[in-house]
């Protein structure tokens, strides 16, 4: 048995708490991981989020002619620059953009796009130089080739399934469901002592390493100090004030990940995009102004994406799948610009938007600019994007 197989039977923790036998809890202590002080916070937002919504080209008549029942008029959005603007329900991403805080980056996506949820969502994640199908993610050959043996909390991932942006070869991250839950409980008395058996105490190994990763978690949560800001009782709300603990109490994770659904939009667009970003919108600005309040926001990136934008052209009701659009960079000691050209509705291909910027690129400035790690190790060639941080 080997140690991810191990860990897809035991280390996640979907359900938020393990049961494990007192044996499992003999063998030494995790330091934490600590490279520098730069951490990278991933919000997914999975369905496909309509990007011409969410960052407008309100001036741009083909704009309201390609979309005559959703499009938003000019009297709506807010913040309006060089032709684009939020959507009005992006009231506090207009404020972090004004307070230099916020970037965002135009017309991303990647060559051939796949219109699949999942294929596309696994391309995002695995990052392959030419779409070739890859068992490990990005992040997690990342963390391989940073962490000592492995480190379980070395990537954190708040959600109820595993995120395949972050396995890799070494167990160096874990799915938490509930962290106020994530604990272990010692049931069975056993031997702390080596067995003789090479199996039985490779998992006895690896299964500690679970147990510290917990302890880790909860010693983080207690050290983290509690917020002073009135985070709203959503979903994605209660991931970020996890996260936000866990980066006030030291936990040292390198990279942290969650995800928001709901973004498949091929029906009553208006109400339901409205209601997404406005989630969207006061989680992310809640954990922005808790990390500006502990003076850490210079150290944590947070970045937002999806796997896809929608369709130029509604379809009487809402958006299909498309293909590129805006990522947002918050945090980090970015340089708060708009980078990329506006979206050009005359030059389309098939219906679809033409990607200007490829994500990878985004992903080699955050590994060599928030990471200090060399891109091309884990097979990422793209240059970085000029202009970011």
């Given at each position: 048995m080997n140690r991810r197989n191990f860990l897809a039977l035991t280390g996640t923790f979907t359900g938020g708490a393990l049961i494990l036998p007192d044996f499992?809890?003999?063998?030494?202590?995790?330091?934490?991981?600590?490279?520098?002080?730069?951490?990278?916070?991933?919000?997914?937002?999975?369905?496909?989020?309509?990007?011409?919504?969410?960052?407008?080209?309100f001036q741009d008549e083909l704009y309201h002619q390609f979309r005559p029942t959703i499009a938003l008029s000019k009297n709506d959005v807010i913040s309006g620059n060089n032709g684009m603007a939020f959507?009005?329900?992006?009231?506090?991403?207009?404020?972090?953009?004004q307070n230099g805080d916020l970037s965002v980056i135009q017309n991303v996506g990647y060559a051939n796009p796949v219109r699949s949820h999942f294929r596309s969502q696994e391309i995002w994640q695995t990052a392959p130089t030419n779409q070739e199908y890859l068992n490990q993610g990005?992040?997690?050959?990342?963390?391989?080739?940073?962490?000592?043996?492995?480190?379980p909390t070395a990537g954190i991932n708040i959600d109820t399934i595993d995120n395949l942006a972050l396995k890799g070869e070494e167990p160096n991250s874990i799915t938490v469901k509930d962290p106020d839950r994530f604990t272990t409980k010692k049931t069975i008395e056993d031997s702390e002592q080596l067995s003789g058996n090479p199996q039985l105490d490779f998992v006895r190994k690896i299964a500690n390493s679970v147990v510290e990763g917990s302890d880790a978690i909860q010693n983080a949560l207690q050290k983290g100090t509690p917020s002073e800001i009135n985070?709203?009782?959503?979903?994605?709300?209660?991931?970020?004030?996890?996260?936000?603990?866990?980066?006030?109490?030291?936990?040292?994770?390198?990279?942290?990940?969650?995800?928001?659904?709901?973004?498949?939009?091929?029906?009553?667009?208006?109400?339901i995009h409205q209601n997404r970003l406005k989630e969207l919108n006061d989680a992310v600005f809640s954990f922005y102004n808790d990390l500006k309040k502990a003076q850490?926001?210079?150290?944590?990136?947070?970045?937002?994406?999806?796997?896809?934008?929608?369709?130029?052209?509604?379809?009487?009701?809402?958006?299909?799948?498309?293909?590129?659009?805006?990522?947002?960079?918050?945090?980090?000691n970015n340089q708060g610009k708009v980078i990329g050209k506006n979206p050009d509705l005359t030059d389309l291909d098939k219906g679809d938007l033409k990607h200007q910027i490829d994500f990878r690129s985004v992903y080699a400035s955050l590994l060599e600019q928030k990471l200090s790690f060399s891109p091309s190790k884990i097979g990422i060639r793209n240059n970085t994007l000029k202009g970011l941080f």
């Open positions: 499992l809890h003999a063998f030494g202590t995790q330091e934490n991981l600590i490279i520098g002080d730069q951490c990278v916070v991933f919000v997914q937002l999975n369905g496909g989020n309509d990007g011409l919504n969410t960052y407008i080209p959507h009005p329900s992006l009231k506090d991403f207009a404020t972090m953009q990005w992040l997690g050959r990342y963390l391989d080739l940073q962490c000592n043996d492995h480190q985070y709203p009782k959503t979903g994605l709300s209660k991931n970020l004030e996890w996260i936000a603990r866990l980066i006030k109490g030291n936990l040292h994770s390198k990279v942290y990940y969650t995800s928001m659904g709901g973004f498949d939009t091929h029906d009553n667009q208006l109400t850490l926001l210079s150290n944590v990136t947070l970045v937002i994406f999806s796997e896809f934008g929608r369709r130029v052209a509604d379809n009487g009701r809402g958006t299909d799948h498309g293909t590129a659009a805006p990522m947002f960079v918050i945090g980090g």
